[in-house]
């Protein structure tokens, strides 16, 4: 089963630069997310959707856009990169949107790096 | 707003000790409660969990959690650590409201030396 997967692994940018990262998981999730993790401060909720269509901002939104046209793909966008994006990116999922039904399940992250 | 604290950054422990992490919240309703774990190279991935019920909670690999809802705490406990326990472990809360209110703590790094 492949889960989440996230590509890149690993990008380097120049400051102004803009990227996607990919996020597809294959379990017909309804809920994606992006968490940025950052040492001494775990991870943090960038954006989230709770279905195909519907997005909505988490605790660090600025400086990303989101869409999730399919139920599969969940890109997260950075328009104009800065050097505090620098950052391990975790897209994850669950097949429900509420804490009480389920775990979420996370891909293997994307370390970015903006110079 | 919730939060909650891994007062452990960094923890050292020697094959077959005794291990308990500490994880603290505030928030004073219902919460739902979470360990997860990352190991190297590797992807986070879901240690135990607690919703309700029986407080002691058993998760996979030979990891405990006791909620203590007095004491705001949910500490993971293994009585004999691995090698293969060298990972990073988050403590997460939430509410019933939904993962988007998902709060992670800092987490702590544990090196089980051989």
């Known amino acids: 089963n492949a889960g989440v997967t996230q590509t890149p692994k690993f990008q380097v940018l120049k400051t102004g630069q803009s990227m996607t990262l990919q996020c597809a998981q294959d379990?017909?999730?309804?809920?994606m997310s992006w968490y940025r993790q950052d040492p001494g401060m775990g991870l943090r909720l960038i954006h989230y959707?709770?279905?195909?269509?519907?997005?909505d901002q988490g605790e660090v939104p600025n400086g990303y856009n989101v869409s999730r046209s399919t139920t599969e793909d969940f890109p997260l966008r950075l328009l104009s990169a800065a050097p505090s994006q620098t950052s391990v990116y975790f897209c994850?999922?669950?097949?429900?949107?509420?804490?009480?039904?389920?775990?979420?399940?996370f891909g293997e992250g994307s370390r970015l790096t903006v110079l | 707003a919730q939060s909650v604290s891994q007062h452990n950054h960094h923890v050292i422990l020697s094959e077959a000790a005794s291990l308990e992490l500490g994880c603290n919240y505030s928030?004073?309703?219902?919460?739902?409660l979470f360990w997860y774990v990352q190991y190297p190279g590797q992807h986070l991935q879901l240690l135990l969990k607690?919703?309700?019920?029986?407080?002691l909670v058993k998760g996979i690999k030979g990891f405990e959690a006791e909620f203590i809802k007095s004491k705001f705490s949910f500490n993971l406990r293994k009585p004999s650590v691995q090698w293969s326990d060298t990972a990073e472990y988050f403590c997460?809360?939430?509410?019933?409201?939904?993962?988007?209110?998902?709060?992670f703590g800092t987490g702590t790094r544990l090196l089980v030396s051989p």
């Open positions: 994850a999922s669950s097949y429900s949107r509420t804490g009480a039904a389920g775990e979420l399940f």
């Open positions: 997460a809360v939430n509410t019933n409201t939904g993962f988007q209110k998902l709060v």
């Open positions: 607690y919703f309700s019920g029986d407080p």
């Open positions: 959707s709770v279905g195909a269509g519907i997005t």
């Open positions: 379990m017909n999730h309804e809920y």
């Open positions: 928030y004073g309703g219902t919460v739902n």
